[in-house]
């Protein structure tokens, strides 16, 4: 993070990334020296309210975040910015955009937790629209006109206020990771009758093992009475609303997932937190294991990205094939759309052991509805990109084996643009089971 002082003293001349959090109530004038250079800026965890009408200026900026900020109306003027693809205002005030606000070239808008009733019908004209969040608002609708975003792979419309989910979404060609929970149309379950609790009493903490977007997880020793001491996981929820909805919602699909050899598995729900904190108690998983993948880049923007020396062998990916398709069948057969099936959510050991996590964007849904069979093939084309992902790293690239024949045509099966005429996951895991290597 760079400093007012150096932008002020000339310091930051030629710079291509600024990051500025101290209190900033305008955007100051200084920044247009940088207008030649800038690409990427962040003003986030500021007290900014608008933009300066001139703020087009910085004519090279790509990527702007203005999170956690004051903004109460989206700024008109970033329509004018000609190479600005990435914007975020996540954490504000806004309660209005108006109509072609939003620059025609935006891939990743992130608009979660704001006070937004309506969308632009604007937005329909955003056709290289990717990735889009949009969670925590008071959305009662989403304009038809979202239909001409074809591009569109990554939603993020839970806790909002939708009445249903518009049929021309679920027919989207390039829809991949869709997150509804938390809306009034959306199904309930009380799942005290599926999980038993666990005193707090009985959890002694030790040391945190990470914290993401909706909670706290936590190495623990529980000493149930008369039993031996066992060393799990605990996870505490924070409560707030995430970019993929509220974690009460992922703490029900966590809880509905039940018990399968490729998911962590569920011990108790938490009773008697002094504070009244919700949360769950897991196995713990061995430091064995580590992620598949890594998030998405600015490049990329919904597809994951790998470490360069990272690379699989064909026997590796029909292995993690199979795991994910086994345990995605396992969820829709449960009701439960992941929302969120990508390398980076995906745990493996050197021997391909498989273990796929993180219930955040998880959404439920009646299995025996006509939207059901959207919904799961949705997450068929999330699931193609991760094998394609895979076999891009494949050791094998020049001696392809039957087996990878196999997955490669499998690939285009799974991403193919009418929705209906992908395979489920009950199709596809016999096609791997008969694989040969």
């Known amino acids: 993070m760079q400093t007012l002082e150096q932008l002020l003293s000339g310091k930051l001349i030629g710079t291509k990334q600024l990051t500025l959090a101290c209190g900033l109530n305008s955007v100051p004038e200084a920044i247009y020296t940088l207008a030649d250079t800038l690409e990427i800026l962040d003003l986030s965890n500021n007290q900014l309210s608008n933009l300066p009408s ?14 956690n900020n004051q903004f109460t109306v989206f700024p008109e003027v970033l329509a004018q ?7 975020g205002f996540k954490q504000n005030q806004i309660n209005h955009i108006a109509e072609d606000a939003i620059p025609l070239q935006t891939r990743w808008l992130i608009l979660t937790d704001n006070h937004l009733k309506a969308l632009p019908k604007s937005i329909g004209k955003c056709t290289q ?3 889009f969040p949009v969670a925590g608002n008071q959305l009662t609708h989403l304009p038809d ?5 074809k591009n569109l792979a990554l939603l993020r419309i839970s806790a909002n206020q939708l009445s249903d989910l518009p049929e021309w979404l679920l027919a989207m060609p390039k829809l991949s990771w869709l997150a509804f929970s938390g809306n009034p149309f959306c199904k309930k379950i009380d799942d005290r009758l599926l999980l038993d609790g666990i005193d707090w009493q009985q959890l002694t903490l030790t040391h945190q093992l990470g914290e993401g977007a909706s909670g706290i997880i936590s190495k623990a020793i529980w000493q149930a009475q008369n039993e031996v001491p066992k060393e799990v996981a605990v996870k505490l929820f924070k409560g707030a609303v995430t970019s ?12 509905l997932a039940g018990n399968h050899p490729h998911l962590v598995k569920v011990l108790g729900r938490i009773d008697h937190h002094p504070q009244q904190k919700q949360g769950l108690v897991f196995d713990l998983i061995t430091n064995t294991f580590y992620n598949l993948g890594l998030p998405p880049s600015f490049d990329t923007c919904s597809r994951d990205v790998f470490l360069p020396n990272i690379h699989f062998t064909v026997a590796q990916i029909l292995a993690i094939a199979k795991a994910i398709a086994s345990v995605a069948a396992h ?3 449960k009701g439960i759309m992941h929302g969120d099936l990508y390398a980076h959510n995906t745990l493996i050991t050197a021997q391909h052991d498989t273990i796929f996590s993180d219930f955040g964007a998880a959404s439920l849904y009646e299995i025996t509805t006509p939207q059901a069979a959207y919904l799961q093939r949705i997450e068929v084309r999330a699931y193609g990109c991760l094998l394609d992902d895979l076999l891009q790293n494949c050791t094998e690239q020049h001696h392809l084996s039957d087996a990878a024949i196999v997955l490669k045509a499998l690939v285009p099966l799974c991403m193919q643009p009418t929705v209906l005429q992908r395979p489920s996951f009950e199709d596809i895991l016999p096609l791997l089971e008969e694989i040969a290597l």
């Open 54 to 67: 001139d703020f087009a200026k910085l004519h090279q900026l790509r990527i702007l975040f203005l999170s």
């Open 81 to 87: 910015c000609p190479k600005l693809t990435v914007i």
């Open 129 to 131: 629209l990717e990735k």
């Open 145 to 149: 006109e979202m239909a001409n975003c």
């Open 244 to 255: 993929d909805g509220y974690p009460e919602d992922e703490m029900h699909a966590c809880i």
């Open 331 to 333: 969820l829709h057969g």
